[in-house]
């Protein structure tokens, strides 16, 4: 087997050779192996893009996780989820090239790898699965930046006003504001020309996780002691036993949400340079950006749990845990609002080309009557207002948070990365290797499961007790 699996690879490295010579690319300095521009990453640029990715408005919850699950539980979840999520990222970066994961050909995106790996019956239920977490995440980004504008009026009135002022601020009205915004950045015709928002976004994400985390110490050393117990929010006292269950299934969907960046590995995977191996590479890049990222997760939750106990809230920015000081707590507001205004077009503009592709494809020789920026006007504008609506009807933080990691979790974190793996690398059926991936894809299939009954349960109990036009809570 190892004589035949080195001859494979001697023959895929000579054939790699013949076409880089027969392209012609190989004499040009300036082009990779597929004719493209030099790309230039490293090590260094891919852990970084890796942490931005990751770190976003998922840190905003989980404390309110950690409370619903405990001191033991709590923390050993994250871990699981980091671990989980690091291996399978591991596996993500063997399928960057195929069929050999060091000569292959480039796949320029993740649906392009599963497509290449395993086939278009795949490549289209992984195109659903991608879809639907994109429109979920611009309707949860929608709600979440709604309560943080909420939060800074909020803020102000409680400052000059006391704590006990009822002060109010209309979700409907900061949605709407929200979509404007988005209506007039849509415009762009494409991600190349807001490479600079992406750029701001990821610094405001660190921004306001760096402030929550410390104003959770400030309310620390400052003397707070809130119950915290090793079991979490207490039966009986907190919450029913129903309650308990279904907050536990939920907090496994909102630090699911927390790990969701499989999506755009492989694009990151893409920016690096050929030599060293970028898979190799991207394995070490993995490694480093899942684990700063878990220690900082682990920071903001424990310490998030410690400042608040079993009532920590669900958004620990817009929960009014802290409200002194006001400034602080308002320009974390701040950061989580120009975030997200930047991270809704990041998420929506593959959603915008493929609906754009396929209406280019479908009347090719309708260009001339019908603009392609009058189309991009009508469809950008009307997709922006429908997920408006739909955050305004479901205008609920945490339950929204934890379904869009749990329907994104299983299938794009584990299940492809799992197949394409086996795929490439032969994996016989019910060898140890081919069974322990599959107990693992299964295992996270039925945690991706409760976690979806968890928040798809939590919506429905809010609906039940929502008022429309109601208030930021």
């Known amino acids: 087997m190892g004589m035949e699996r080195q001859e494979t690879k001697v023959a895929t490295t000579a054939a790699a050779a013949f076409n880089l010579a027969e392209s012609g690319y190989g004499d040009r300095p300036d082009l990779d192996d597929d004719g493209r521009e030099k790309r230039t990453g490293t090590l260094v640029t891919a852990s970084a893009h ?9 840190v905003l919850s989980l404390a ?36 050999d994961p060091v000569h292959g050909k480039r796949n320029y995106t ?28 611009t309707i949860g980004y929608t709600i ?12 102000n009135c409680f400052h000059r006003n006391g704590h006990d002022a009822a002060c109010v601020a209309s979700d409907t009205t900061n949605m709407i504001i929200f979509a404007g915004i988005q209506i007039l950045l849509s415009q762009l015709p494409n991600f190349h020309k807001i490479w600079w ?3 701001v976004a990821a610094v405001m994400s660190l921004a306001y996780s ?30 029913s036993a129903s309650e308990k269950i279904w907050r536990t299934f939920q907090s496994l969907g909102d630090i699911a949400f927390a790990y969701s960046y499989s999506n755009v590995l492989i694009e990151i995977q893409d920016t690096l340079r050929s030599s060293p191996a970028e898979n190799e590479v991207m394995k070490k890049a993995s490694f480093i950006g899942v684990s700063t990222t878990t220690t900082f997760y682990m920071l903001c939750g424990v310490l998030g749990y410690a400042a608040f106990g079993n009532r920590a809230p669900g958004n620990f920015l817009t929960g009014f845990g802290f409200y002194e000081p006001f400034w602080l707590v308002d320009v974390g507001n701040v950061c989580i609002v120009v975030h997200l205004v930047g991270a809704y077009q990041v998420f929506c503009q593959p959603i915008y080309q493929f609906a754009e592709a396929w209406a280019r494809s479908r009347w090719p020789d309708g260009a001339g009557d019908f603009p392609v920026n009058a189309l991009r006007l ?7 207002v429908l997920t408006a609506v739909a955050a305004m009807a479901f205008p609920f ?47 996270c299939l039925v945690v991706s499961l409760l976690a979806a009954a968890g928040s798809i349960q939590g919506l429905i109990k809010s609906v039940a007790h929502y008022k429309p036009f109601s208030v930021s809570s």
């Open 50 to 58: 890796i942490i931005t990715a990751v770190i976003g408005s998922g």
């Open 64 to 99: 309110w996780a950690i409370a619903q699950l405990g001191w033991v539980i709590g923390p050993a979840v994250l871990v699981a989820f980091s671990v989980i999520t690091w291996f399978c990222s591991s596996l993500l970066a063997d399928c960057y090239r195929s069929p």
């Open 110 to 137: 993740y649906g392009q790898a599963v497509r290449a790996n395993l086939g278009v019956a795949k490549y289209r239920l992984c195109s659903v699965a991608q879809y639907v977490n994109l429109v979920g995440v």
């Open 144 to 155: 979440t930046t709604a309560i943080s504008m909420g939060a800074i009026k909020r803020s």
């Open 197 to 199: 928002l992406s750029i």
């Open 210 to 239: 760096t402030i929550g985390l410390g104003l959770s110490i400030a309310k620390i050393a400052g003397g707070a002691h809130p119950e915290a117990t090793l079991t979490g929010v207490t039966v009986g006292v907190d919450v």
């Open 378 to 384: 009508v469809w950008r504008t009307a997709y922006v």
């Open 397 to 443: 933080f945490n339950d929204f948070l934890g379904l869009i990691g749990a329907v994104s979790f299983w299938p794009l974190t584990v299940y492809f990365p799992v197949q394409m793996y086996m795929s490439q690398a032969k994996v016989r059926r019910f060898s140890p290797t081919w069974t322990w991936m599959n107990v693992l894809s299964l295992a």
